[in-house]
């Protein structure tokens, strides 16, 4: 009698019952990430075939210009969060469903030198009278995040993962904060009231940054 027909057989017959081992198995992986909320490091623990909790340090730091209420500002976006996550694989596969939070520091720092009249609360007011302006548009701390993705980390042979996610993190309306130094007003009380007026207005047009958009990539090294 040939045994190596049976013998392919039987090593044929227990490979989906090798993979499923696999995919049930518990592991760690840690890997670097970029995207909308900048640059990171996370790590990741697999609970069984459809539950990963994850977490992750990012920061982003970027330059760029906003026109607030008819000014112009330099703009410069402070983003130091962690996240905590858990990411759901209802097929068992790289796909899933995630949902967490970002916690930490996310600051919009605005100046502005204006070089003409300028309407401030509602009053025009000259450069010299301004001075220069500072601010600070402030997300709020804790922003709870839900989003789609594909991470197949535990979910493929070999050691490397590639992790791909688009969602969305949510928190209340900004708090705006506008200062002015170096203008002839920048210590009179009626102008501060102006700016305490004009931070209300910036403070509505910046309503839409509640809704933060997250798009993700990253590499992960499996052990």
Do not use: C
Request: aromatic share 8%; charged share 20%; net charge negative.
């Amino acid at each position: 009698m040939r045994l190596t027909p049976i013998l392919l057989l039987a090593g044929a017959s227990l490979l989906p019952l090798n993979a499923a081992q696999a995919q049930s198995e518990p592991g760690v992986a840690i890997g670097a990430t970029a995207g909308t909320t900048g640059l990171g490091v996370e790590a990741q623990i697999k609970l069984g075939p459809i539950f990963t909790i994850r977490g992750g340090i990012d920061r982003l730091n970027h330059d760029q210009d906003e026109r607030y209420d008819g000014i112009d500002y330099s703009a410069e976006l402070a983003f130091d969060t962690v996240g905590g996550f858990v990411d759901l694989h209802p097929l068992a596969n790289g796909l899933m469903i995630t949902g967490g939070a970002y916690m930490g520091d996310r600051d919009i720092r605005l100046s502005a030198t204006p070089t003409g009249p300028v309407e401030i609360g509602g009053q025009t007011y000259s450069p010299a009278q301004v001075g220069t302006l500072n601010g600070t548009v402030k997300l709020q701390d804790l922003s709870p995040f839900v989003g789609i993705g594909w991470d197949d980390t535990f979910y493929r042979s070999g050691r490397w993962g590639f992790r791909a996610i688009a969602g969305v993190a949510v928190s209340e309306k900004p708090e705006v904060a506008l200062s002015s130094t170096g203008g002839s007003l920048s210590n009179d009380a009626t102008f501060q009231a102006r700016l305490r007026d004009e931070s209300q207005r910036i403070t509505e047009e910046t309503e839409g940054y509640g809704l933060f958009p997250v798009i993700q990539v990253g590499l992960n090294y499996k052990f």
